[in-house]
C-alpha cells in the first residue's frame, strides 16, 4: 500500500530521475557542438595552411599549423603542413619530429606515406650537411618542443638536461624548438627540466634512457605555477605606495618578475612555480626602499606579505 510519505518519496525519485535524463540528454546536446565548432575552426584554419604550404608560403603555413594545433593537438594533419613547412626551409632536423607526431596521430591508411615522407627526410638532412654525414657528433641526438599550457611554443625557454657529468642547457627558439647534439651529448640516463617565471610556469620530464646513435624528441608541455605572493607596499608613514615596481627573485636561478602595485599600493605575482624567493622595492628618495628575507613558496601556495618601505635619511 503506498502512503502519502511513500507516494512523496516515489514522486520524489521520479523527479530526480527525470532531471538526471534531462541534464544528461542536455550535455549530450552541448558537447557535440562544442566539439564541432573546434572541428570547424579546425579545418578552416588547416585549409589555409595547406593553401599556404601549396603556393609556397612556408612561414604562413607554419603559423597557421601551429594555430590548428593550439585548436586541437590530437589531430595529423597540422603537423604534416609544420613538417613540409620546415622541410621547404631546410630546416630537417625540426621538420623530422614533427613528421613523426604526424605519424603517432595519423589513420592507418596514411602511415605509409607518413613514413616515407620521414625517410625523405632524413636522407635530405644528410647530404644537405657533409659535415654530419662525415661526423655524426654534429647530429641533433635530442630535440623537441617547448609549449605552453595552450599548446603555444615558448621561445628563449631554457632547457636543462641532466645526466650524471652534469647539466646541459639549451634555449629555445622562435618556434620553441631545442637541440641537443651528439658531440655534447653521450649514452646514458637523463631527465629533461624546463623551469621559467612568469605566465609559462615549469616542467619536469621524467628519466629516459638514451641509446647509443639513438635519436630521440621529446616535446614539454610548461605547467604554469598555482602559487602567488601579493600584499601592499606603505610607507614609513603605514601610507599606500602606489607605482612601485616590486621585484620578486628566485633564489635557484636569479630569475625576475617585477610588477608595479596599483593606486592603493597593493601588488600581485601570480602563476609562480614553488620555490625560494626574496623580494625587494626600491622606488625612490621621497618613499625610500624595502627588502623581504629570503622565504619558500610552495606548490599551490598563496602567500601574502606587506612591505614598509625605510624612509631615506
Not at 654525414?133 to 618542443?145: H, K, R
Not at 640516463?189 to 647509443?212: D, E, H, I, R, W
Not at 636569479?254 to 624567493?277: C, K, N
Amino acid at each position: 500500500m503506498i502512503t502519502p510519505d511513500s507516494y512523496v518519496g516515489v514522486q520524489g525519485s521520479l523527479v530526480m530521475k527525470r532531471f538526471v535524463m534531462f541534464t544528461a540528454m542536455l550535455m549530450a546536446a552541448v558537447l557535440p557542438m562544442e566539439l564541432l565548432a573546434q572541428t570547424a575552426d579546425y579545418n578552416k584554419v588547416i585549409a589555409q595552411a595547406k593553401a599556404d604550404l601549396a603556393a609556397g608560403h612556408n612561414a604562413e603555413a607554419l603559423a597557421g599549423s601551429q594555430k590548428a594545433i593550439e585548436i586541437d593537438p590530437s589531430r595529423w594533419e597540422a603537423y604534416l603542413v609544420a613538417g613540409g613547412a620546415l622541410e621547404n626551409q631546410k630546416q630537417f632536423d625540426l621538420a623530422v619530429p614533427n613528421y613523426s607526431r604526424a605519424l603517432e596521430r595519423a589513420p592507418e591508411a596514411k602511415k605509409s606515406g607518413v613514413r616515407d615522407l620521414i625517410e625523405h627526410c632524413k636522407k635530405l638532412s644528410a647530404t644537405s650537411n657533409p659535415l654530419v654525414s662525415a661526423n655524426p657528433s654534429v647530429a641533433t641526438v635530442l630535440q623537441g618542443f617547448v609549449r605552453d599550457s595552450e599548446r603555444r611554443p615558448v621561445p628563449g625557454a631554457p632547457v636543462s638536461l641532466d645526466g650524471k657529468e652534469g647539466t646541459l642547457t639549451a634555449r629555445t627558439d622562435q618556434t620553441g624548438a631545442y637541440r641537443f647534439y651528439a658531440s655534447e651529448v653521450r649514452p646514458g640516463t637523463y631527465s629533461l627540466s624546463v623551469k621559467m617565471n612568469g605566465s609559462f610556469g615549469f616542467a619536469n620530464v621524467s628519466p629516459f634512457v638514451l641509446g647509443q646513435n639513438e635519436s630521440r624528441a621529446i616535446d614539454i608541455i610548461l605547467d604554469p605555477g598555482k602559487s602567488s605572493v601579493q600584499g601592499f607596499v606603505r610607507d614609513s608613514e603605514h601610507r599606500p605606495v602606489p607605482s612601485a615596481p616590486v621585484c620578486l627573485q628566485a633564489a635557484e636561478d636569479g630569475g625576475q618578475l617585477i610588477v608595479h602595485t596599483d593606486s592603493a599600493g597593493a601588488y600581485l605575482f601570480s602563476a609562480v612555480r614553488p620555490g625560494v624567493y626574496s623580494m625587494r622595492v626600491c622606488i625612490n628618495m621621497q618613499y625610500g626602499f624595502g627588502t623581504v628575507l629570503p622565504f619558500a613558496l610552495g606548490q599551490n601556495e598563496s602567500r601574502a606579505i606587506d612591505i614598509t618601505l625605510d624612509s631615506v635619511k
